[in-house]
C-alpha cells in the first residue's frame, strides 16, 4: 500500500541521513540526483577511485542497515 511505502521510504531515509557524511554524499548524488561518476568526483572534489569506494561502501552500510531493521521482506 502507498501508506507502507511511505513509512519504508521514510524509514531508509532515516538510515541515509545517519550515514557518515563522505558516504551520504556520494550516495545521494549518485543514486538520488542520477548524477554520474565524473559529474559528483567534480561537485564532492574527490577522485573517482575515492568516489567509488564511497559509494559502495554506501551501498553496502545500508543494506546492512535495512536488513538489520527488516524493512522488507527477502
Do not use: N, P
Amino acid at each position: 500500500s502507498s501508506a507502507a511505502s511511505d513509512v519504508y521510504k521514510r524509514q531508509v531515509w532515516k538510515i541515509v541521513k545517519s550515514m557518515k557524511k563522505d558516504w551520504r554524499d556520494v550516495l545521494i548524488l549518485r543514486v538520488l540526483e542520477g548524477l554520474t561518476a565524473e559529474e559528483a568526483c567534480a561537485v564532492l572534489k574527490i577522485k573517482s577511485t575515492v568516489c567509488c569506494t564511497r559509494l559502495y561502501r554506501a551501498k553496502a552500510e545500508l543494506q546492512k542497515r535495512v536488513l538489520r531493521a527488516k524493512l522488507f521482506d527477502i
